[in-house]
């Protein structure tokens, strides 16, 4: 998403291209002609558009493979988790392991982006999702892909979640019941998000905000938030103006 400034720059500059085509293709053209403000909207939208494009892919999540991740093992930009649904000491299965990988994509998406990979230990052994798979009533990846997206969907909502990437790739396990088997694995590519995300962990609870500090996922009290968003996400030039005007005019009110 464009900050401010830079849709400001972009409709000036698109504004003029179409002014200008305008002149050339009607000497006697002026501001107000339907022409003139025809072209100048369509060179503005034009503008926005293409440079929107080419943003977006340059700024793609470049994907490592997988075994060059498990090598590395955790940072700031990777985590693992041996399951997404089922809790590994109680063998059922348990909203909080659900909820601990909300809070990872939202200090994911909070932060720079990163990798989760859903299968595997802490020390970066494969394991594989028989274990989640087990739960649903169609073992399978699309099904798996379906309802991690609904989870994500639920707790940080569709706008944020939807341009998280989900694939899944055959390895060999190297522990757990499908050791020396193939086990499938799920890999959550997470692009840093334009806006701060919050987490709802349920339907009644306050909003919270995560970020990832390191290797881990850490919540923010309230006022370590609003020192980070203003920081990570600072407003545009014409947002600031705004906001400044809107402050001022609320303290001569005040008076």
């Not at 080419?54 to 793609?60: G, I, S, Y």
């Not at 052994?125 to 892909?145: C, H, Q, S």
Request: net charge neutral; hydrophobic share 50%; charged share 20%.
């Amino acid at each position: 998403m464009l900050n401010t400034s830079t849709s400001i720059v972009l409709a000036i500059a698109g504004s003029a291209a179409g002014l200008a085509l305008a002149g050339l293709v009607q000497t006697s053209a002026r501001v107000r002609d339907p022409l003139a403000i025809a072209l100048a909207l369509g060179f503005t939208a034009a503008a926005i558009a293409g440079y929107s494009a080419l943003a977006a892919r340059f700024q793609r999540t470049p994907r490592d493979p997988i075994p060059a991740l498990l090598a590395a093992g955790e940072s700031d930009r990777v985590e693992f988790k041996s399951t997404a649904r089922i809790n590994l000491h109680t063998g059922d299965k348990d909203p909080r392991i659900e909820l601990v990988i909300a809070k990872t994509v939202a200090a994911f998406l909070n932060a720079e982006g990163g990798t989760l990979l859903i299968g595997v230990d802490d020390d970066g052994r494969v394991l594989g999702l028989a274990d989640d798979l087990a739960t649903l009533k169609t073992p399978d990846a699309d099904r798996y892909e379906l309802w991690l997206r609904d989870l994500l969907t639920t707790t940080l909502g569709l706008a944020a979640t939807a341009p998280i990437a989900v694939d899944f790739a055959t390895m060999t396990a190297e522990a757990g019941p499908q050791a020396g088997g193939p086990a499938t694995l799920c890999r959550v590519q997470v692009t840093a998000s334009p806006r701060p995300v919050y987490l709802l962990p349920t339907r009644n609870a306050p909003r919270e905000f995560w970020v990832r500090t390191g290797n881990s996922s850490r919540q923010l009290a309230v006022d370590q938030a609003a020192y980070y968003i203003m920081h990570r996400w600072p407003l545009g030039v014409g947002a600031s103006m705004a906001a400044q005007i809107r402050a001022a005019v609320r303290f001569s009110a005040a008076e």
